[in-house]
């Protein structure tokens, strides 16, 4: 006898190779929508993948602040994301723009933090909320 748990999956173990494999995907289709978000509303994209968790992306405004974005997503079959901002954390958020500031020399610059939650519906569509400037 194996024990399982509510989802299915052996308990003690993680997703099996295949849902690591279509989360991978889903995160990608994701980052690659929010990026054309922003790349559309004038922003430019200055680092797709940051490191840590906190920032999932980096991007420059038109008015040349650097702006760290948090993104929230689900598939539309499993409803609304939670607002990004219910889940944002603000000491690890500041901790994460410290630290790529510190490591990338851009000067003394405006810094904010926005948003960006999608409902992926398939494909290349998504019915996408850009919260700029979250914290506040």
Not at 5 to 16: I, L
Not at 53 to 74: E, H, N, Q
Not at 89 to 105: M, N
Request: glycine share 8%; net charge positive; aromatic share 6%.
């Amino acid at each position: 006898p194996c024990a399982f748990s509510a989802t299915g999956q052996r308990k003690g173990r993680g997703p099996s190779r295949r849902r690591r494999k279509m989360r991978s995907e889903f995160q990608r289709t994701v980052h690659q929508m929010a990026e054309r978000l922003l790349t559309r509303k004038g922003y430019e994209v200055i680092d797709p993948s940051p490191k840590g968790r906190s920032v999932d992306l980096v991007a420059r405004a038109d008015d040349g602040s650097i702006v760290f974005v948090a993104l929230k997503a689900k598939d539309a079959g499993d409803g609304d994301p939670a607002m990004p901002e219910e889940d944002l954390d603000r000491r690890a958020l500041e901790q994460a723009a410290a630290e790529w500031l510190a490591a990338h020399d851009f000067g003394n610059v405006a810094v904010r933090f926005d948003s960006i939650a999608l409902v992926v519906m398939g494909g290349s569509r998504a019915f996408a909320r850009h919260h700029i400037d979250a914290l506040r």
